[in-house]
Structure formats: structure tokens, C-alpha cells
């Protein structure tokens, strides 16, 4: 499992990142993009007067305020690298041009880092924090294998030695959850279980939506008459109570007993479904396609499954979450973990056509 922070630093952060960030509702006519000084700022306006400091616009922002404009990201991507001036004019010229239909701007330190529906529902970090850790601490023995919170995405990686078992003679894991949340409009609030396989330290997310709760950032309107008003969440205290009520049980589920055993015993059968051999190259370049892994992931798969010498789907789906250690980015790593559980429990009927094609390729 990919290192990450502490528990305690990740706290920090989050609760520093509470005090620092602010969330309005406003008008897209009233936003102004500026690129006077040749890099794209975000510019609130009421009357001509600004309401806050230029702000600089993270890569999310940017990518949602393209779409809301209908603006291809290829194309605005290209304006924002070499013509920030036509990339203003352009996103100015459809602010104008739009509906008038408010959307939230999320900010922090300085800068927008989201531009979302006014029906978004801000599930913040700090909540679910505050929601799990006392769980958390009731499971004797648990401990905080890997933490991150990154510009777009928080995760907490609990493992609890409580439930362990044996998916081989000596190849001992251990049962765990995986918390993770958005603030940004990239993901949904996720609780899934999480084994933690010892011998090589590897994490596996299990995605499965039947062992997991999700719960997406979407609810009622939020309206003002202003222009540019700062966002509050009173009138949606009732639904978050309830919500975090609902987080509390799912991450004591996703410790589950005879949860853990369910997914155990999926393990288990992973380890008698054979990969053929003829060609293994070949084989795991059609496993990467149809999991959507880049030629770089695949050749590093590829790798660890040779290091292994596990030749079972079992092996595969280790050799995918050994890799995700490997990667840089926290977020891909930990999108790799899901990918292994995927892998190891592809239909029977996929890992015959797997076997077949990577056979005739030889």
C-alpha cells in the first residue's frame, strides 16, 4: 500500500484547510476571467467591485468550468497553455452569454478549486473525520495504515488485525475499510472494505457495491438573490445528521465478520483460476486494456507478476495492487487497488477470453 501521511498530519491539514476555505454562491455573470498577467485568474464582481481577491484556478476548476461552458478541454487546455488571453476572452465571452443560474465556488487558500452545481451538497472532510475516527478508535487494535488528502480527494486506510485469515498456507491478510471523499466534485463519499494482504504489504479496495456505501455530493438547491453570497449549509443540518448516522454503521460494517470471509473465500477461488503461460506478455497487455491501465502500468504489472511466479488470477490481481506502490500520484495508486480486486474477480467467461487471445497472439 502506497505510503501516505499520518493520521495526526492528515488531521492537521484538514482541520487548517477548514479554517482557510470558503464557499459562495454566485452568478456566473458576475466571474471574470483575467489573464493580465499572462496566467488565467478567476475575478468575482458585483458592480464592477471586487468581492474577493483575484483568484487562481486550480486544474479541477478549470476542467469544470469548460464543461459547464461547453468548451472541449482538449481545446482549453491548449488556450490555457499557450493563448491564456484567448482562453479569457472565450470563457468571458460564455459567462455572458449564459443562464444566470447560480453555481457554487468552492475556494481555498487563495485560489478556486471548484466550480459546481448549487445543487451540491459540500460533504466535507472535517465532517467525516470527526464522524469516523471515534469508530475508528473503538476497534481494538486497529491502526491507520495509510492516510493522504490531495487537491481533489481524501482517504483514510484503517486496517483491523482483529479478522485475519490465510488465503494460502503462510499468506496471511488482514481486514480493513477505506474511507474516502471529495470536496471538489470528483467523487462521492465511499466506505469500502479493504484487505491487507501482509506478505507484501499490498492493499486491496473491494469494489463491490454490495460491500460498500456511497453517497453522492447531490441535493436540493441552494439559491440566493445576490449575486455573490457566501454559502451556508444550515438548511441541510437534518439530511447531514442523518447521513453521518448512516457513515457511522457503514464503516462498522465494512469490518464485518463474515463480510471479511465472504471476500476471503473469493480470494481463495482466485488462487485455482490458472492464467495460460503460452504468451504471458501478451496476456497482461489484454488484462491492462480491458482495465484501462496504461502501457507504463502494464509493463510494471507485467513485471511483479514475473517476480511472483503466481501464474493465477490471484497472482495477476496481486501483481496490480504490488505495482500501485510504484505509481506517484496517491489517487491513481489508490485506483489501482480497486483495479486488483476487479481483476481478480473477472468473470470466468473473461479470463477464458483473456486466455484464449493472449494464447493465439503467441
Known amino acids: 500500500m502506497k505510503a501516505g501521511l499520518t493520521i495526526t ?8 484547510q477548514a479554517g482557510a476555505k470558503e464557499d459562495f454562491l454566485v452568478n456566473p455573470r458576475a466571474l471574470e476571467m483575467d489573464a493580465t498577467g499572462g496566467k488565467p485568474m478567476l475575478r468575482v464582481l458585483d458592480g464592477g467591485v471586487d468581492q474577493t481577491e483575484p483568484l487562481d484556478i486550480q486544474e479541477t476548476a478549470h476542467r469544470q468550468m469548460g464543461a459547464h461552458l461547453g468548451i472541449p478541454w482538449r481545446y482549453y487546455e491548449k488556450m490555457l497553455q499557450e493563448e491564456p488571453g484567448l482562453l479569457a476572452h472565450n470563457v468571458n465571452h460564455w459567462l455572458r452569454r449564459g443562464e444566470p443560474a447560480q453555481r457554487m465556488l468552492r475556494t481555498l487558500d487563495g485560489k478556486a478549486r471548484a466550480f459546481l452545481s448549487n445543487r451540491y451538497w459540500p460533504i466535507d472532510n472535517l465532517e467525516i473525520v470527526a464522524t469516523v475516527l471515534p469508530i475508528i478508535m473503538d476497534m481494538q487494535g486497529a491502526r491507520f495504515e495509510s ?55 499490498n492493499g486491496m479496495v473491494v469494489n463491490d457495491s ?23 449549509k444550515e438548511t441541510l443540518e437534518a439530511d447531514s445528521k442523518a447521513f453521518m448516522l448512516k457513515l457511522q454503521d457503514s464503516v462498522k460494517a465494512a469490518v464485518d465478520e463474515a463480510r471479511f470471509a465472504k471476500v476471503l473465500d473469493t480470494m481463495r477461488k482466485s488462487t485455482e483460476a490458472k492464467l495460460d503461460t503460452t504468451d504471458i506478455p501478451a496476456l497482461v497487455k489484454l488484462t491492462s486494456s480491458n482495465f484501462s491501465l496504461t502501457d507504463a502500468e502494464g509493463k510494471g ?43 481478480m474477480t473477472m468473470s470466468p467467461a473473461m479470463l477464458r477470453q483473456i486466455n484464449q ?6
Open 9 to 16: 498530519e492528515m488531521a492537521q491539514e484538514i482541520e487548517r
Open 301 to 343: 504489472v507485467l513485471q511483479h507478476l514475473l517476480e511472483g511466479a503466481d501464474y493465477t488470477l490471484y497472482g495477476l490481481a496481486n501483481a496490480v495492487t504490488r505495482y500501485s506502490q510504484d505509481v506517484e500520484s496517491y489517487e491513481r495508486a489508490t485506483e489501482l487497488e480497486t483495479i486488483g480486486y476487479s481483476v
Open 357 to 362: 487471445a493472449s494464447a493465439m497472439a503467441a
Open 210 to 232: 454490495r460491500a460498500g456505501t456511497r453517497r453522492n455530493h447531490v441535493n436540493r438547491a441552494n439559491n440566493t438573490d445576490e449575486n455573490f453570497a457566501l454559502y451556508s
Open 147 to 201: 492516510c493522504q488528502i490531495t487537491e481533489d480527494n481524501m482517504y483514510i486506510k484503517v486496517v483491523n488485525p482483529r479478522l485475519t485469515g490465510e488465503v494460502r498456507v503462510g499468506d496471511i491478510v488482514q481486514s480493513g475499510v477505506a474511507i474516502s471523499n471529495s470536496e471538489t466534485g470528483q467523487g462521492s463519499v465511499n466506505v469500502q472494505p479493504l484487505v491487507y494482504r501482509l506478505v507484501c504489504l
